[in-house]
């Protein structure tokens, strides 16, 4: 195992090497942690409807954020999160879908995600996205008053298909600045993701062993 | 209201001037009764200078009051939540629920004769909300000629109690008027933030009562409750307002008394209005809202007394009900006309059983049939055994039908399920829905009421004379209890809510109590409450492994196993409450001291899994003590003086209604 650090774009990759799976010939898997991805956000909070402002890209092959147009995976914007798959929304500022990516929530923790379950991906439409917005329903809880936290719901693995057809397994982990362990909504500064990820670089592969 | 035949068969112990009406609606000595029962009696209440009567509820086992978001503080029983107690004054129920809650602390316990709880559903003879069981407030009936009696207390915080009571009685014709005021500065556990914990308030509270005998069989009366409340409503730094509360109920009652039968013919009117508003820096109105609800019901009761063995009583009656308020589109009327009765039978000395059955019609949900079997056993003189069974229900409030609100800074809206389609079309037609969640075909059919089974089966022993013990243990499996989930989604990102049955709940556990007499001086009594209480369907997800959490928030996630499940919000697995009275009767004095254990409970799901596990966090558990001292100085005038919360504990951030250490003081003027 070898642990490089960009702090520059702050986020830490570890890659692992399980060599023992003959599912997986070739490539071993990735698995990243990302530090404090700002997906910052104008407009309407919540919802992906009244929201502007551009996605926050990103790439699980390289694990970094990108700007590019088709080489993405998913982005983020405020506690919205799209796939390069299917089409959009249509909201200012949401980048064209041009990839293979789609989505579902697996529920369990990030070890029992073993194996993607195709049939269950679903792509961005029109009227949603594959991961739900609003709390509850996809990847956070949203406190409400009197502490109006937002805090990624335990036992919810995003499971995708990248743009170019491979697979990855995200479980979030803080939505704020530095990944405090107990945020203040009032003080701490949100829209900051931090987030596990494994990525199975085999075309074909659906394992992440 | 004459006294049962039966009652007055009642096996004689210690505590023969213990009479319930509460339990069958009929006279009865406590011990004797087939319920879970208890009497919290006048001098009790004197002798802790209880002002409200949330005082007098928390010391009493099992019992507990929880405050709600308004700040009003409801009473939990055997585990259930305060909306489903049913609280009577003089028999007749009161009104204004506005948030669920049935605020105790509007009542003040200055003229009160008794208070009667009854643990367990008994919707039998009560309809609507007896589900967790029955607090009966009864008001003093004046002695025999003039008598008068004026008291006062001041408390810290600047809590001011005056009671006046003024009293009349002559062969044919009794009359009284009570007066209470009660106010207070409030007082402010968070210095950090501009608002108070609990704002300034003054409030007033009177009674007049009249009775006349117009001859052997026929006795009138009437009885009328007039409650007025003002209270500073704060918002921020910048928006302040007023919220008014008015409390009107008067009862006409007419008794017709024969050696077998006794008929009350009564009509009670109750009124309830609220209204609050805030106003900004410039004096401009911010918002305001107002709630107006009235209920009248006519009810006609007889008992019957077959023989010496056995009675029967029977009652009819009807419910109207109307509700105004902010927030509704129509102004709902209810009529729910009811029948019950009660057969009292007493096979043999040492037996007796009750049998029971009410039957209330509602026009927008399922009618009602609650049933109800109990019966006691007493073995010899110092031991019996009783049990009760019985069905308890409450009707979905108008909010939960008719609500219509939509907020305006956060703008989430709160549908009522009878006009989810009304609203939702409209909201559609606005343009305001992206997508439905729930179809609204499910809503077609109507909400059905809340209800409970419960099961009480209890024992009581004494031994060495002066040595009792009695335990309890109960189950109160409630259906279709009624909660909100989202319907819709908005197009600016908030949900609509609406309300639908879903949960069933369970609560079982235990009660003890010891009382022990070591002399006539000294009186002590233990309690403790063992209390489990589950939602079914959150059991259910962790026997299932589908809940998880975190070790610290931002820890990898992990699943949890059923063990992990706590259960219901704001239960407390273990209370316990220790009672010393000490009285002197040479020196006329006495002192009692009560110590009330509450274990950890927990408000909120803390770690984001919608569930109260164990890694959640949790309020601590904690210890109050109350200590008074009373001295009658001579005749007429008494003396008290005490503390509250000796350990001065509390919690900022979770307990609202526990204030800090309380010094108190009161003087009480007898006039005869």
């Not at chain 2, 243990?473 to 197009?491: M, P």
């Not at chain 2, 063990?563 to 407390?572: A, E």
Request: proline share 3%; aromatic share 14%; glycine share 8%.
């Amino acid at each position: 195992m070898k642990t490089i650090k960009f702090f520059t774009i702050s986020f830490i990759l570890l890659f692992t090497f399980s060599c023992e799976d003959d599912n997986n010939i070739g490539i071993d898997t990735i698995s990243i942690t990302v530090e404090d991805l700002h997906a910052p956000l104008e407009g309407g909070q919540g919802s992906p409807v009244g929201a502007s402002g551009p996605f926050t890209k990103f790439n699980f092959e390289n694990g970094i954020q990108t700007d590019s147009e088709t080489n993405w995976d998913i982005a983020f914007r405020g506690t919205s999160i799209i796939v390069n798959g299917g089409e959009s929304m249509g909201t200012e500022g949401e980048p064209e879908r041009n990839g293979d990516g789609a989505a579902y929530i697996f529920e369990g923790t990030m070890n029992e995600m073993e194996i993607v379950e195709i049939s269950l991906l679903t792509e961005d439409s029109q009227n949603s996205y594959a991961i739900p917005t609003g709390s509850g329903n996809g990847w956070y809880t949203y406190s409400g008053p009197p502490n109006h936290i937002i805090s990624p719901t335990p036992g919810k693995i995003l499971v995708f298909r990248t743009h170019d057809n491979k697979y990855a397994k995200v479980e979030i982990l803080s939505y704020y600045l530095g990944a405090p362990e107990n945020p203040d909504a009032f003080t701490d500064q949100s829209r900051y993701y931090t987030f596990n990820y494994v990525y199975q670089p085999n075309e074909g592969a659906t394992t992440f062993d | 209201m004459s006294q049962s035949v039966l009652s007055q068969n009642d096996s004689i112990k210690n505590n023969l001037d213990e009479i319930i009406i509460t339990a069958t609606k009929t006279k009865r000595i406590l011990s004797s009764i087939p319920l879970n029962a208890s009497i919290i009696k006048k001098e009790e209440i004197e002798r802790t200078s209880a002002t409200r009567l949330t005082d007098v509820i928390n010391e009493e086992l099992g019992l507990m009051t929880v405050s709600d978001f308004g700040g009003g503080e409801g009473i939990q029983i055997q585990g259930l939540d305060s909306e489903y107690t049913l609280v009577l004054i003089d028999n007749q129920p009161l009104i204004g629920r506005s948030a669920g809650t049935l605020d105790l602390n509007r009542i003040s316990v200055g003229n009160i004769k008794q208070i009667e709880i009854v643990r367990g559903a008994s919707s039998s003879l009560y309809g609507n909300e007896a589900l967790a069981g029955v607090i009966n407030i009864i008001t003093e009936e004046p002695a025999n000629g003039f008598n008068a009696d004026i008291s006062s207390s001041y408390e810290t915080h600047n809590t001011i109690d005056n009671n006046f009571s003024l009293g009349y009685k002559s062969q044919k014709f009794t009359s009284s008027l009570f007066v209470n005021t009660f106010s207070s500065d409030g007082y402010d556990l968070d210095e950090t933030d501009e608002l108070n914990t609990v704002n300034e308030f003054k409030n007033i509270t009177t009674q007049l009562k009249l009775g006349y005998d117009l001859n052997d069989n026929l006795t009138i009366s009437i009885n009328s409750r007039y409650y007025n409340q003002i209270i500073d409503n704060i918002a921020s730094i910048t928006l302040s307002g007023k919220t008014n509360i008015t409390e009107n109920n008067i009862n006409l009652k007419m008794n017709h008394k024969t050696k077998k039968f006794n008929t009350d013919l009564e009509i009670y009117f109750n009124s309830f209005y609220g209204d609050e508003f805030l106003d900004d820096q410039n004096g401009i109105r911010f918002s305001e809202s107002f709630y107006d609800q009235t209920l009248i019901k006519p009810e006609i009761k007889s008992i019957y007394e077959i023989s010496d063995k056995n009675n029967i009583i029977v009652g009819i009656g009807n419910r109207h009900e109307s509700l105004d308020r902010t927030y509704f589109d129509i102004k709902p009327k209810q009529n729910s006309p009811f029948i019950y009765f009660q057969y009292d039978y007493r096979p043999l000395e040492k037996i007796n059983l009750l049998f029971g059955g009410r039957y209330d019609k509602f026009d927008e949900y399922k009618s009602q049939i609650s049933p109800k079997f109990s019966g006691i056993f007493e073995l010899d003189d110092n031991n019996l055994v009783k049990f009760s069974t019985g069905y308890g229900f409450k009707a979905p409030d108008f909010r939960q039908l008719y609500f219509n609100f939509s907020n305006s800074t956060i703008g989430y809206s709160v549908i009522g399920y009878n006009v989810v389609n009304d609203v939702m079309s409209q909201l559609i037609d606005e343009g305001q829905i992206v997508n439905i969640v729930v179809p609204l075909e499910e809503f077609d059919n109507s909400l059905s009421p809340e209800s409970s089974f419960s099961v009480n089966i209890g024992f009581e022993t004494s031994f060495l004379k002066n040595f009792k013990f009695s335990g309890n243990f109960f189950n109160n499996s409630t259906r279709n209890l009624i909660d909100y989930r989202v319907i819709a989604n908005k197009t600016n990102g908030q949900n609509v809510f609406s309300y639908y049955n879903i949960n069933e709940v369970s609560t079982y556990g235990v009660e003890i109590e010891t009382k022990y007499k070591p002399n006539n001086n000294f009186k002590i009594s233990l309690g403790y409450q063992l209390l489990y209480a589950y939602d079914l369907d959150a059991r259910k997800a962790f026997d299932n492994g589908e809940v998880f959490a975190r070790l610290t928030p931002v820890s990898p996630a992990f699943r949890l196993k059923k063990s992990d499940y706590f259960g219901l919000y704001n239960r407390s697995r273990h209370m316990a409450i220790f009672k010393i009275n000490y009285n002197n009767l040479e020196n006329k004095f006495n002192s009692s001291l009560r110590l009330r254990y509450r274990s950890k409970y927990g408000l909120y799901d803390s770690n984001s899994n919608n569930y109260l596990d164990k890694y959640d966090e949790f309020v601590n558990g904690y210890f109050t003590a109350n200590v008074s001292l009373n001295k009658l100085i001579n005749q007429s005038i008494s003396l008290s003086a005490g503390i509250e919360n000796i350990f001065n504990y509390f919690d900022r951030q979770n307990i609202s209604n526990l204030s800090g250490r309380i010094y108190f003081l009161r003087a009480k003027y007898n006039l005869k």
